[in-house]
């Protein structure tokens, strides 16, 4: 593990305790920055969110769940918080196989990614880089690009928790790479010899 990466991990446990050391400040911005260009590329528009959050109502009470219609995750148009993304995700997890493969279809049927009730995986690929390379962010362009080049192959089969964790990691690829190269910006910019 090289040392900003020791650094970042330490921020992050600095922060998660509620600490607010001086020191960390940089590399706290620099997570929260990285968080923000990453989110911005790989989530949806609030509007486009609403209509997804929507749909996914829908499916949810077709398949019988309709318990979690009203989970928070669901609840508004804004990003939903990470607390309430992974107790959204553990939900899924008790939920059958078969019901989340049917879930998943019906959440995703409009968008043109289906082949009878198998995912047209190039199409799917096709629309992930289409919205990596739209990024003005040339740093988070490359990093997702690698990320994405290094996913295991997706599988053809839908499934609700397999899409939460495709998105999982490249956001995950991306923060952290970001973050690094934010940070490392922030903590050399007044070494000796920096213009």
Known sequence: ??????????A???VASGMKHPKHSEIHSALHE?????MEILMPSEEEMSGMKEKMKECLGNEGH???????V?????????????C???ELKAITAESRRKLAICAVQDHGILDGEELNVPKVMEMIWTKINATQNAEAREYLSQAL???PELST???MLHFFEVKKSLMNSCVMNMAMSIAEEALTRECPGQN
């Open 157 to 159: 089969q839908p499934d």
């Open 88 to 90: 959204f995700r553990e």
């Open 34 to 38: 990285a968080k923000q260009i990453c």
């Open 149 to 151: 080049s290094e996913l």
């Open 66 to 72: 309709t318990h979690l219609t009203s989970h928070p």
């Open 1 to 10: 593990m090289n040392t900003l990466t020791i650094l970042l991990v330490a």
């Open 12 to 14: 992050v446990a600095v």
């Open 74 to 86: 669901l609840a508004s148009d804004t990003m939903p918080n990470l607390k309430h993304a992974l």
